[in-house]
């Protein structure tokens, strides 16, 4: 028969898929170096549309309706981790599921139409889905079950950011949330962040903090906050950049990284802190209202003096309570609003700023003016009718006399009134004048009820007390959280247009913004204003003023109302977040109790979770304090930055596969510096309440860790020591591990000398290598014999495992058994290596040198059957060829590791040439990736969408995409697939008699004398009758029987078309193909990688009947000739890598 490829172009149309046969090639065409070859053999393929139960069929081939159609295709999408149909093998969690987008059949082998041609003839897998591209033929049954590279790159066009997770959430709501990832830089994630961090105590509390402190101790407290805010944003750009941020904002960026444990427990603390943020803006925003902008609406008397106090928190209350319901209502009715709000509390925040730091330099150049305070030496008074004279008109008494001296007019005053005369000054002498700066550089704290530093204050003459007792540590409290809300950038990860490279950028571009901005702040305030002013915390001394509304220019109303939107629009942000984040939370249900929050109303707004976050806050507004509220929200907020920085650190250090963050300025010590801030900061600002924050920390933790978990206590430490163990396997025995924490657990399969030492310890080297020191290795060895007599061999044969390992640096376990059968031996130990959930998933197997000179087919043999043991026990598969050239861990390798990326692996094809890269010896190593691109692939697009993943892997590599396209079968690939066959043939023979064996081998001679003689050449004097053995012409019965011959030179246009028959004058048609896959591919990667330290190339699936053992092995030879060092890789069916952080 003759049989041609022809390729259908796929077109998109209105009504859907169309499909146009591509014109076929013409028979004048030649292609190689054999001019007079007939044209390429082609096969016919029939693709199917959309619709089911519809075939269309090329060249001329009726469309069949009748039979059974396949499952239509799927496009190529990112799978969800909870796919309850998913089989084995299929792509684990977070992965791209990757699906072929046609189906490719052979004429005649449609479903439904009859049995296959190739049912149980051949020795391979799935035959029945037989691939017609003969340049991969070699990989036609994994291309059937593990996709070609072309189409897991096409699912990278239609990547949606957001997390399986919160995808089944959005799901959830009934609705489609539509995409608006088109955020930059500077709207995304650092305009939000500067408004989240510029919050209310910039306006109301920084200069005061500066009066008591000092300039430069509250410099220090700014850049110790600052500090720490910076190194955690480090950190989190380290985690935001490890993988693609899903949408669903800070939560699901950590949660998913540091796992339910850490995620429950930062979640939790996260949300504590934002809810009582919002208390703290309520609070903050009814202090700016009834003290500065309108004092006629308090209820409960004066709140000025300490008289004034519970006054002052009564109107806190009720007003913070009210402002709460409006806020409440404003947030529950319409989020739109509140977004759009947002813009306009920003915009006020950077205007209030702009005016403040405006009036510094104005009040530099300008003579000072209002505000004119009262004071008596050190002690700022506030005297009735704003009186502040030594005595009244004509040495009359006044209110300030009659406070230090009495009624009378000769009556004996204080002491401390009379050295120091009550003067008028300016509060805001102005920028550099007055020495102020120097004047302030020092501390003036104070005790509660003191009116100046070391004196005791008395209201009743007047003088402006503290209402609190103030240290370096209460201040720093008060400060911090004026630097947090540096998460809130990563809030809108869904709606940036690249999130890794924004919220690095964003988030410590804003918070270098506000440092600057506080930092400046501090300065100004010590050199611009009189000290005594700056301890003032309420305005008395100025009559109830701001000190930055009374430095701004050109009005103080600019800062009192910016400032008063600023706080209501933060306390909306905070009253809008919280709630989805708790609700976030109870959906993962990593805290049980929580369950009830995950609900949510029609409008799919999380009703529950906002009552629950209105009654916290109202505990917060009922505290009614600004300065008590901030240190319970600096707890939470450095517990949840300590998880991050810690998690992040452990991740370095641990060296996990996963961990691969594309941030460059990131190093695990800036984390454990963070983290060590971030204590230090705790126990500074408040010993009580940071050791209530880590219980409750430490309880969420153990309370998601152990959940139904059974303890056990043992006598000492080596009882402690076992029943951490036993629970720690029992806990790696629970389910096998997520894809972000895959690592390769290696089990290294040594072939033993006669002196019981490996013959490759190279092997080992290798292992090592892979590992960087880190994870689990066993070694394992067979020895053959029994049991029963060879126990002391056992022992020596482990013992130089031990010595071995110990001297490649192989950190693990070493296991030897002695068995009857090597290869069953080698099978057990690949299905019971290992304790519980401690046990490997990757095999190291090393390649059978020499296997084409053994006498015996035991070394193949063996091979083979582990290739098939390991691959039955969905364990990946590595395979050194040449591993006597692998380097040693002394040497230190310059060049390139080649990935020569065939079918889908599951990634481990990416992973192991990153994970070499982490030991010294292939550091300075370069990564290669090539690509095959078939007749129908786009090879630009594929690059492009190479590179695309690459990113999202954080792996550094060079993309080449090389074309494969249909060719014909050479003479080459022909006459090596007869002499492979053969040679096969031949050595079968060598079990039969020693007549049998000359016959059988006289057979073959007489077959090429034949065939010489059918293109008239004349026999060569090597073309002699074999010792003993007889002609087979003269054993024939039948002497008119006509042998098969071979085709004249160049002439092999229908070898295709002859059905091998069992004889050795025609080579099997699919090994020719597997031939021809095995030839061009090694063509091409000698030509490309000639020169690369290690190529890595997929391993094709082993036979699956034994019949073609001995083809798999030459084909594996033709493959990888002429490369010194490569390593075949055969993934286990599940990925092992993720874009996902």
């Known amino acids: 028969m003759s049989v041609r490829f022809a390729v259908s172009s796929v077109k998109e149309d209105e009504d859907g898929i169309t499909n146009e046969p591509a014109s076929a090639s013409s028979p004048s065409e030649a292609s190689g170096p054999l001019s007079p070859v007939s044209p390429p053999p082609r096969i016919e393929i029939v693709e199917y549309g959309r619709e089911p139960h519809t075939y269309q069929k090329v060249d001329g081939v009726e469309e069949d309706e009748t039979g059974e159609a396949p499952s239509p295709t799927s496009p190529t999408s990112l799978t969800n981790a909870h796919d309850k149909d998913k089989e084995p093998g299929v792509a684990d969690s977070n992965e791209l599921l990757l699906q072929p987008k046609v189906l490719l059949y052979e004429t005649g082998e449609i479903p439904g139409n009859g049995p296959s041609k190739h049912n149980e003839a051949s020795p391979f897998i799935d035959l029945e889905k037989d691939d017609p591209e003969t340049n991969l033929a070699l990989y036609e049954d994994e291309i059937h079950r593990r996709p070609v590279v072309s189409t897991i790159l096409q699912g990278l066009v239609s990547y949606n950011p957001v997390q399986p997770g919160e995808k089944e959430h959005q799901q959830g709501e009934g609705k489609q949330v539509p995409r608006k990832n088109q955020l930059g830089t500077l709207i995304g994630v650092y305009l939000p962040c500067l408004q989240n961090i510029l919050g209310v105590l910039l306006f109301v509390r920084l200069s005061w903090i500066v009066g008591m402190a000092g300039v430069l101790e509250s ?9 720490t805010t910076m190194l955690t944003a480090i950190s989190m750009s380290a985690i935001a950049t490890n993988g693609i941020v899903p949408a669903g904002g800070s939560y699901f960026m950590i949660s998913r990284s540091l796992g339910p444990e850490f995620g429950g427990a930062v979640g ?21 209202m009834l003290t500065y902008i309108a004092p006629q609406m308090v209820l409960f008397g004066t709140i000025t003096g300490p008289e004034g106090q519970s006054n002052l928190f009564n109107n806190m209350r009720v007003y913070g309570t009210a402002l709460l319901v409006i806020m409440g209502g404003i947030v529950f009715v319409g989020v739109k609003f509140v977004n759009k709000f947002a813009t306009v509390a920003l915009a006020c925040v950077i ?14 150049g300008l003579p000072p003016s209002q505000p004119k305070i009262c004071v008596i030496g050190d002690i700022l008074v506030n005297p009735p009718d704003n009186d502040c004279s030594f005595m009244g008109p004509n040495n009359t008494v006044n ?33 550099g004048r007055n020495n102020e700066f120097v004047k ?10 003191d009116a100046a530093p070391r004196r005791v204050g008395n209201p009743e003459r007047y003088e402006i007390v503290a209402d609190i007792s103030t240290t370096f540590t209460v201040l720093l409290g008060i400060f911090f959280p004026s630097v947090t809300g540096i998460m809130a950038g990563s809030n809108r990860s869904g709606d940036l247009k690249d999130a890794q490279y924004s919220i690095p950028r964003g988030t410590i571009g804003a918070i270098a913004t506000t440092t600057t901005i506080y930092l400046t702040s501090v300065l100004m305030y010590g050199g611009t204003a009189d000290g005594r002013l700056l301890r003032d915390k309420y305005g008395d001394s100025m009559g109830k003023g701001m000190l930055a509304a009374q430095v701004c220019w050109p009005n103080e109303w600019v800062v009192l109302i910016g400032s008063f939107l600023s706080t209501v629009g933060a306390g909306l942000q905070s009253l809008t977040g919280a709630p989805r984040l708790l609700q976030a939370i109870a959906k993962d249900n990593v805290i049980p109790l929580l369950g009830i929050f995950s609900r949510q109303s029609k409008r799919g707004e999380p009703t529950f979770a906002f009552f629950l976050t ?7 507004i009922i505290i009614a304090s600004l300065d008590a509220v901030a240190p319970i929200i600096t707890m939470f907020f450095l517990m949840c930055y300590l998880f991050v920085n810690v ?25 454990i510096l963070g983290a060590g801030l971030c204590v230090a900061l705790m126990f500074i600002s408040s010993w009580y309440y940071a050791l209530a924050a880590m219980v409750l920390a430490g309880g969420i933790y153990k309370y998601i860790e152990y959940r139904g978990a059974e303890k056990e206590w043992g006598d000492g430490i080596r009882g402690l020591a076992l029943s951490a163990a036993r629970y720690s396997l029992l806990r790696l025995e629970d389910a096998p591990p997520h894809t972000k924490n895959w690592r390769p657990q290696i089990l290294v399969l040594c072939k033993l000398e006669d002196d019981l030492v490996p013959k490759h310890k190279q092997l080992l080297t290798f292992a090592s290598q892979l590992k960087a020191g880190k994870g689990l290795t066993m070694v394992s060895a067979v020895v053959e014999g029994e049991y029963v007599d060879n126990y002391g061999t056992w022992q020596a044969a482990k013992q130089s495992l031990k010595r071995v390992m110990e001297e490649e640096k192989v950190k693990g376990f070493c296991e030897v058994m002695v068995t009857t059968d090597v290869i069953q031996g080698l099978c057990h130990m690949i299905q019971t290596a290992g304790l519980g959930g401690l046990n490997h998933n990757t095999v190291v197997l090393g390649w059978p040198h020499g296997w084409r000179q053994a ?10 059957e582990t290739v098939r043991n390991v691959s039955a026990g969905h364990q990946a598969l590595l395979v050194p060829k040449g591993i006597q050239l692998f380097p040693d861990n002394n040497e230190k390798y310059t060049g390139t590791i080649d990935v020569w990326w065939i079918v889908h692996d599951g990634g481990m094809l990416m992973l192991l040439p990153f994970l070499l890269k982490q030991h010294k010896v292939w550091k300075n190593c370069r990564m290669r990736i090539f690509t095959v691109a078939q007749l129908e692939d786009n090879s630009i697009q594929m690059k492009k969408d190479l590179e695309h993943f690459l990113y999202h892997l954080r792996i550094e590599a060079d993309v080449q995409v090389v074309e494969m396209m249909t060719s014909d079968i050479s003479a080459y690939t022909y006459e090596r697939t007869l002499m492979m066959e053969q040679r096969n043939q031949m050595l079968k023979q060598m079990h039969l008699s020693k007549r049998e064996s000359r016959k059988e081998v006289q057979k073959v001679v007489d077959i090429h004398h034949r065939a010489r003689d059918s293109k008239g050449e004349e026999s060569s004097p090597d073309d002699v009758l074999l010792e003993g053995a007889t002609p087979t012409n003269e054993e024939e019965p039948e002497p008119k029987k006509k042998m098969k011959t071979l085709p004249p030179k160049g002439d092999f246009g229908n070898l295709l078309d002859i059905k091998p028959d069992g004889s050795l004058g025609v080579p099997d048609e699919r090994n020719v193909r597997r031939m021809h896959t095995a030839v061009k591919l090694n063509e091409v990667i000698v030509q490309k990688s000639h020169g690369a330290k290690l190529v890595l190339i997929n391993l094709p699936g082993p036979p699956k009947m034994k019949a073609g053992d001995e083809n798999y092995m030459e084909f594996l030879e033709v493959l990888t000739e002429g490369l010194e060092r490569v390593l075949m890789v055969r993934g286990g069916g599940r990925e092992v890598i993720t874009i996902y952080s």
């Not at 406070?403 to 009379?418: F, S």
């Open 219 to 227: 410099f220090i407290i700014v850049f110790m906050c600052c500090c």
């Open 268 to 288: 939790i603390l996260f949300y504590l802190g934002t809810t009582f943020a919002s208390a703290m803006y309520i609070l903050g925003a009814v202090e700016i």
């Open 351 to 364: 205007l209030s700023i702009l005016a403040i730091f405006i009036g510094f330099f104005v009040t530099a």
């Open 399 to 431: 209110d300030l006399w009659k406070a230090y001296c009495g009624e009378e007019t000769n009556a004996t005053c204080d002491p401390y009134y009379e050295d120091n005369h009550p003067q008028r000054i300016p509060g805001i002498p102005g920028l």
């Open 440 to 449: 302030n550089g020092l501390n003036s704290y104070m005790l509660a009820g």
């Open 614 to 620: 209105l009654v916290i806050s109202e505990v917060g």
């Open 647 to 671: 998690a992040s650190a452990l991740q370095t250090l641990l060296k996990s596969p996963n961990w691969r963050p594309r941030f460059k300025f990131y190093h695990w010590t800036l984390s």
């Open 855 to 864: 006498t015996s087919p035991q070394a193949w043999r063996v091979f083979i």
